[in-house]
Each structure stands twice: as structure tokens, then as C-alpha cells.
């Protein structure tokens, strides 16, 4: 089960801005980077986000990342028909001594 | 060009064995960190292990411990998962993927995925 938890989904149309959550605990967010990917269908994850708010090269600055305790969230403006995918967060976690997942949320634009 | 490609995913029966390789390219390949991540089919993902540059750390998701053994082959560019012991709910996509710098923690690539399949 996945320790961190992401709503199922979440919806916008063109334009808008979305925003997905990730509830962790002092042991994962808390304490350490949270990272976000991004997964279109039938395709594998790509990293979004790193080091709660880092955006790889090549990432539009439409995506950012924040965190505060033992919450994220990754934000997505100017949503884009492109962006329908499912996205994850995910830590390492320190009681488990490994990398932990969100729940994933399934991005549909409308 | 980075590029990391999986093989070895068959469909296995409940209690078989299978081993699961990654060649990798274009980085040099034991400067990095490296995970296995595997997805159930329509489930999310789910991280399985990883080993350090040099094989000297390795750290396993509770879920495969003492049944998956991770391994790398630095002369030939290589990751492995030896899995034991394989269960109905081992069944998954499984992915390779590179951590983006020493004790970054994040996967900036990945591989396509290799199907294991356990069924009877």
C-alpha cells in the first residue's frame, strides 16, 4: 500500500490551473524531497519535480512544486490537452528505509 | 543519448524463479545509483530496490524482501532482479530507472518496462 496519499483525480479545462495534493508523514515528507512525475498513457514516468520544487530541464514552467510539513502539492497552469495524464509524488521514506509512491491522480482536461 | 532497456519478463508459474536485466547507455553507468520501480496492470507504482554505485548498498521495498536480490554488473553496463519465490502479486510492469545524481533521490530516466507475468 502506498504510504502517501494523492486524490484520484482531478479535472480543469484549457487555461485553468490544477492542483493535486500528497499527504505524507514526518518520516517521508516531512523529513526529506518530495519528487513529482508525470505518466501519459501507455508510456513510462518522467520526472516532473525534484527536490520539492526543482523543475528538470525541458519541464515547462507551467508545473511547480511546494511543500509545507508533511504535504505537497504540484500545481499545473495554463492547462494544456497534452497534460491528461496521471501524476505521482514521491519521497523516501525514513521508517521504511526505502522510496515511497503516492496513490497517483488521473489529470483529465475537459 | 540515455537509454535503459529491460528484458527477461515472461509469465512464470506461483513459487518460480526469474531474473530481469537492464543494459544501460549513454552515462556512465557506475557513477549512478539505480531502482527498480514496477507497476501492476491499471495500478500505480510501486518501488521494488536499489543498489548504489558499487553495489555495496542495496535497500528493498518490504513488500519483495528476502524473496528479490538486486545486482549490477558495472563491467557490462547492467542491473539485474533476481526474483524467488514469485507471487500472483508480483505480477507487473517492471521498470529500471536511473537516480539523477549521488543522493538526489529522483529517477531522471527510465526504461520501458519488462511484463512479468506470474500465473498458474
Known amino acids: 500500500q502506498s504510504v502517501l496519499t494523492q486524490p484520484p483525480s482531478a479535472s480543469g479545462t484549457p487555461g485553468q490551473r490544477v492542483t493535486i495534493s500528497c499527504s505524507g508523514s514526518?518520516?517521508?515528507?516531512?523529513?526529506?524531497?518530495v519528487y513529482w512525475y508525470q505518466q501519459l498513457p501507455g508510456t513510462a514516468p518522467k520526472l516532473l519535480i525534484y527536490?520539492?520544487?526543482q523543475r528538470p530541464s525541458g519541464v515547462p514552467d507551467r508545473f511547480s512544486g511546494s511543500k509545507s510539513g508533511t504535504s505537497a502539492s504540484l500545481a499545473i497552469s495554463g492547462l494544456r490537452s497534452e497534460d491528461e495524464a496521471d501524476y505521482y509524488c514521491a519521497a523516501w521514506d525514513d521508517s521504511l528505509s526505502g522510496h515511497v509512491f503516492g496513490t497517483g491522480t488521473k489529470v483529465t482536461v475537459l | 543519448e540515455v537509454q535503459l532497456v529491460e528484458s527477461g519478463g515472461v509469465v512464470v508459474q506461483p513459487g518460480g524463479s526469474l531474473r530481469l536485466s537492464c543494459a544501460a547507455s549513454?552515462?556512465?553507468?557506475?557513477?549512478?545509483?539505480m531502482h527498480w520501480v514496477r507497476q501492476a496492470p491499471g495500478k500505480g507504482l510501486e518501488w521494488v530496490s536499489l543498489i548504489s554505485w558499487d553495489g555495496g548498498s542495496t535497500y528493498y521495498a518490504d513488500s519483495v524482501k528476502g524473496r528479490f536480490t538486486i545486482s549490477r554488473d558495472n563491467s557490462k553496463n547492467s542491473l539485474y532482479l533476481q526474483m524467488n519465490s514469485l507471487r500472483t502479486e508480483d505480477t507487473a510492469l517492471y521498470y529500471c530507472?536511473?537516480?539523477?545524481?549521488?543522493?538526489?533521490?529522483?529517477?531522471?530516466?527510465w526504461g520501458q518496462g519488462t511484463l512479468v507475468t506470474v500465473s498458474s
Open positions: 530507472a536511473k537516480e539523477a545524481a549521488a543522493g538526489r533521490g529522483d529517477f531522471d530516466y
Open positions: 549513454g552515462f556512465t553507468f557506475d557513477d549512478y545509483t
Open positions: 514526518s518520516s517521508n515528507i516531512g523529513s526529506n524531497y
Open positions: 527536490r520539492n520544487n
